[in-house]
């Protein structure tokens, strides 16, 4: 959340950003772990590995 908002100067987008982002390694982290303690692993290492285009392809904002 915090590099987010170092980037952004308005705090809602910045917070919208993060958690849209969050939640994108979540699932895509999600489909890679065999229980709760590999997907802590897969959800950091699809967080740096997250691409622009992960996010446009599985982020649904409303």
């Known amino acids: 959340m915090a590099a987010f908002a ?6 809602f987008n ?3 950003s ?3 982002a969050y939640t994108v390694a979540a ?8 229980g709760p303690g ?3 692993v897969s959800f950091l290492d699809a967080l740096a590995a997250l691409e622009e285009s ?3 392809e599985q982020a649904v904002l409303s």
């Open 6 to 11: 170092a980037v952004d100067e308005d705090p």
């Open 14 to 16: 910045a917070t919208v």
């Open 18 to 20: 993060a958690v849209t």
């Open 27 to 34: 699932e895509l982290a999600a489909k890679q772990a065999s």
């Open 38 to 40: 590999s997907f802590v």
């Open 54 to 56: 992960d996010l446009a």
